[in-house]
């Protein structure tokens, strides 16, 4: 049986800047919160202290920490969400915040004028840097129906078969089906070979190599949909993630036959999946 990763993190933290992207972040944020009981921290990050408003002036300064405090209150509801703030840099800020056991989620970008916070480069870094698993979520993920499907790219690397078990624990917990993509990169070729009688079965067997990932899906204790596709592994992921709840990938991937895990192709995915990514950093990885 694969190892049982703990998939319950204490804190669920959210880059929050009051911006569009990042209201969604909350709100994914505060529905995963009720799923897994844990506690949500809205951490705002400035680069210098905001002026607080001043009672004796005349025209006191906008009050930038009553606002954004507003706006998670709004957002949260009736969820007893924490609101903090900090002054920094906001990639550094943040995940110096985090720590193995949390889970971080941020939007896709965000508004400079509060505190650059949550702009694409710093996602990026987040994602990057953070110790904990990453999910950066879109605007328009959050107003999708459920699917009841988590989807998740394999190869043959550990980070893939990490983000495999990872993938099995958020399908566990919400309850659905686990699809999970092997990509080869010669559509063409994949399309000679299976006019030439090969079966899916079998070429994924290839793709995965001598017993790197679970021969028996069924081990992973959860409905499987294993499918093998031709093309290029960013585009693939993010057409799969049109009717998927949730992408999971590892956080790098060194396959000879896809590359399908490399930095580039869940910076893709983050980018441009239309649901919300989580990324996987694995055991033991530095930052």
């Not at 009688?197 to 290839?206: H, N, S, T, V």
């Amino acid at each position: 049986m694969p190892e049982r990763i703990p998939r319950e993190p204490q804190r669920i933290i959210v880059g929050f800047d009051g911006s569009e992207h990042a209201v969604a972040a909350l709100t994914w944020a505060i529905a995963e919160a009720r799923l897994r009981d844990a506690r949500v921290v809205a951490l705002a990050v400035f680069d210098e202290a905001p002026q607080m408003p001043k009672p004796q002036s005349l025209k006191p300064p906008p009050d930038v920490l009553g606002d954004l405090r507003a706006a998670v209150r709004a957002v949260a509801q009736d969820f007893p969400a924490i609101f903090r703030y900090g002054v920094g840099s906001p990639a550094a800020t943040i995940v110096n915040e985090c720590t193995a056991s949390d889970l971080l989620v941020v939007g896709s970008r965000g508004r400079n004028p509060f505190a650059g916070l949550l702009l694409g480069s710093v996602s990026r870094a987040c994602l990057a840097l953070a110790p904990c698993p990453v999910v950066v979520v879109r605007p328009s993920a959050v107003q999708r129906r459920p699917y009841g499907r988590i989807v998740t790219g394999v190869d043959a690397s550990e980070p893939a078969q990490r983000g495999l078990r990872v993938a099995a624990e958020e399908t566990r917990l919400r309850g659905g089906v686990l699809r999970v993509i092997h990509v080869l990169p010669d559509s063409h070729g994949l399309q000679l070979a299976v006019a030439a009688g090969a079966r899916p079965e079998a070429l994924a067997d290839e793709v995965r190599g001598d017993g790197a990932l679970p021969a028996n899906v069924a081990d992973l204790e959860v409905p499987v949909e294993s499918v093998v596709v031709g093309g290029h592994p960013g585009d693939v992921l993010v057409r799969e993630s049109e009717e998927a709840d949730l992408l999971v990938l590892g956080s790098r991937g060194t396959s000879a036959v896809a590359g399908l895990l490399l930095g580039s192709t869940s910076d893709y995915c983050a980018r441009h999946a239309a649901c919300p990514v989580m990324i996987v950093r694995s055991a033991g990885e530095e930052p």
